[in-house]
């Protein structure tokens, strides 16, 4: 073999070898999400903050939340927390009755969200502490800085890769828990209709 015909050989393995190692690189590893627990947090308040600020014309309210729903579609384990706040009542709804409560809850939560952050920007935004729980990890947020004495705190849990907020406390209470016990009551009271038509007062359609 001449010595010009084996550097291109040389060439074209080196080529190869790297091609392969960033090929292994860009594969997440097994049980790992590809960003942390923080970092999802931040992205998905970052990206609230921003369609919050990009959509404020009253004109564009119904593109507004629309856009933000997409956001909690994509980063809220949504349907087990709408499972946990309906309880043992979801068991007995119809399937058809179960895919109504878990897209008004999405609502809900859309809404919920929204006004938690409306009166922040992002500079404002403080990230505290990542703390391990027992199915995953609390991130906890000061979203009016360090100044003023609120706290939200994400509680994450790893779903086909990447971290989902599973609950959201704010300043120690959970909003799974706080939804359970309004739609416990309206149960109680009334029925299954009493509680979509709550929630579709709850979380309008602009």
Known sequence: MNGWWKVR????????GLLCLA???SV???GR???????TVQETINDVLYLL?????????????WEIEQVVRRAFNYQDMAQRALGEVGTQATAADRRQ???????????DLTDRLRDYSVSQVV???????????????????????????FHM??????????????????????????????LREGSFSDLMEYLKLKAPVA
Do not use: H
């Open 23 to 25: 090929t292994l690189l």
């Open 127 to 153: 990230y505290l502490a990542e703390r391990e729980e027992a199915e995953g990890v609390q991130v906890v947020v000061a979203p009016a800085g360090l100044a003023i004495d609120a706290r939200m705190a």
């Open 9 to 16: 050989v040389d060439a074209a393995v080196w080529c190869v």
């Open 53 to 65: 600020a990009e959509l404020k014309e009253t004109s564009r309210a119904g593109q507004r939340q």
């Open 101 to 111: 409560f878990v897209r008004l809850f999405v609502q809900v939560l859309r809404d």
């Open 157 to 186: 849990v790893v779903r086909n890769g990447g971290w989902l907020v599973d609950d959201v406390s704010i300043d120690g209470t959970s909003i799974v828990a706080s939804y359970r016990t309004q739609f416990t009551r309206i």
């Open 33 to 39: 999400a590809a960003q942390t627990a923080t970092d």
């Open 28 to 30: 997440p590893r097994p």
